[in-house]
């Protein structure tokens, strides 16, 4: 089952976006973790943050103290939350299982940062 990200959009620089990744039916947590994923024009997929099932997260220096991950109670839902966006945030961004597997790449969602 793929996992569908939401939430992205145009923000102007120093905005705040709020993205989410559902998995339909049940866990999100097919393995111990779940990862967002970023993808910007002509470059290489990064991973942004993960969080592990029991609550534990980590991010990518480039993020740390602007993004939060999070997950819901029920464990069905995982958040990016996005404050002091940079237009260097501008990406495709997706979640997946972490490690990732091929199978549970969705589409991703846009987020654009003007400056």
């Known amino acids: 089952v793929q996992l569908q990200a939401s939430g992205g959009g145009l923000v102007q620089a120093g905005g705040s976006l709020r993205l989410s990744c559902a998995a339909s039916?049940?866990?999100?947590?097919?393995?111990?973790?779940v990862g967002w994923f970023r993808q910007a024009p002509g470059k290489q997929l990064e991973l942004v943050a993960t969080?592990?099932?029991?609550?534990?997260?980590n991010y990518a220096d480039s993020v740390k103290g602007r993004f939060t991950i999070s997950r819901d109670n029920a464990k069905t839902t995982v958040y990016l939350q996005m404050n002091s966006l940079k237009p260097e945030d501008t990406a495709v961004y997706y979640c997946?299982?972490?490690?990732?597997?091929?199978?549970?790449w969705g589409q991703g969602t846009q987020v654009t940062v003007s400056s």
């Open positions: 997946n299982d972490y490690p990732p597997r091929t199978v549970r």
């Open positions: 039916g049940g866990s999100i947590f097919s393995r111990n973790a």
């Open positions: 969080i592990f099932s029991a609550g534990t997260t």
